[in-house]
């Protein structure tokens, strides 16, 4: 039999199932791969900055498609109005609260516009309320940053101490709003990328707008038919090594093949 499994015409089977099967398990492995990615947020377009009064009113919410926007406000900084986001680190997107405890601060300062209204802008991030960046600058300030939804007030998992006065968990418009009563706050928030004149503190990370994809199920069956292909190749190498082990045992052993209806018995004589 193992005479049999080497010879040359099955060596060359051997390999040329081999080859089929790292081939087509491969581009199964990769048809599997583009339906993965074919569900992960991409980039939106990203248009230039405008003025955070045209997404943003007081009042109402801001929409959806707004978010990650970038925006420019020129105001001027309510200083006594300052409020420090406990244990959040320089990244918008990261877990707060008791997952980020101790772990700093962002500066959300209310800007006043020209028009008299306020929007919330985290100014940047620092380690501790005495740092010198948590400084209000005075005078006229042009922010230019990325539009960001209120956050909800379940939106960290809040630790069992109380925040002292002058610190928050969240962002949340509906608190601000009990805040800072002396204007109309618009809602949402702006993350600050640059500011002029220049803030000293530290930059809070914030990613641009993004979009979810459908699932292209199509790619999906495309990798279940390379592998289904792979295993039919695996059965069709069964059958033809299966019939050459039988043809060789039965070659060895003298048997003949039997002989066809109506016709003389083998190893008969004919008269």
């Not at 099967?21 to 199964?28: I, P």
């Not at 980039?43 to 900055?49: K, V």
């Not at 991030?125 to 939804?149: H, I």
């Amino acid at each position: 039999m193992l005479r049999t499994l080497l010879a040359p015409r099955l060596v060359a089977l051997h390999l040329l199932v081999i080859g089929v099967l790292v081939s087509f398990t491969l581009l199964g492995r990769w048809q599997l791969g583009v339906f993965e990615a074919s569900g992960q947020p991409r980039l939106a377009a990203d248009p230039p900055p405008v003025a955070v009064t045209e997404l943003t009113q007081a009042g109402r919410h801001t929409p959806v498609e707004a978010a990650g926007r970038r925006v420019t406000a020129t105001g001027t900084y309510d200083a006594g109005g300052q409020l420090l986001v406990a244990d959040r680190v320089a990244d918008v997107d990261a877990p707060g609260g008791r997952a980020a405890r101790d772990q700093g601060f962002w500066l959300l300062t209310p800007l006043r516009l020209t028009d008299g209204t306020l929007v919330a802008v985290i100014r940047g991030w620092v380690s501790s309320p005495q740092d010198p960046a948590a400084a209000v600058p005075e005078g006229t300030v042009t922010v230019t940053g990325r539009l960001r939804p209120a956050e909800q007030t379940d939106a960290v998992q809040r630790s069992a101490r109380a925040l002292p006065a002058g610190q928050v968990a969240t962002v949340s418009t509906s608190e601000l709003i009990n805040v800072w009563t002396d204007a109309p706050l618009r809602d949402g928030f702006v993350v600050a990328t640059a500011q002029e004149p220049a803030s000293l503190a530290t930059p809070v990370a914030v990613s641009p707008p993004t979009e979810g994809m459908g699932l292209t199920w199509r790619n999906l069956a495309y990798a279940a038919q390379w592998w289904v292909f792979a295993i039919f190749a695996v059965y069709m190498w069964f059958h033809f090594v299966r019939d050459a082990v039988r043809t060789d045992r039965a070659n060895r052993t003298g048997q003949a093949a039997p002989a066809a209806p109506g016709g003389p018995a083998p190893g008969a004589d004919i008269v």
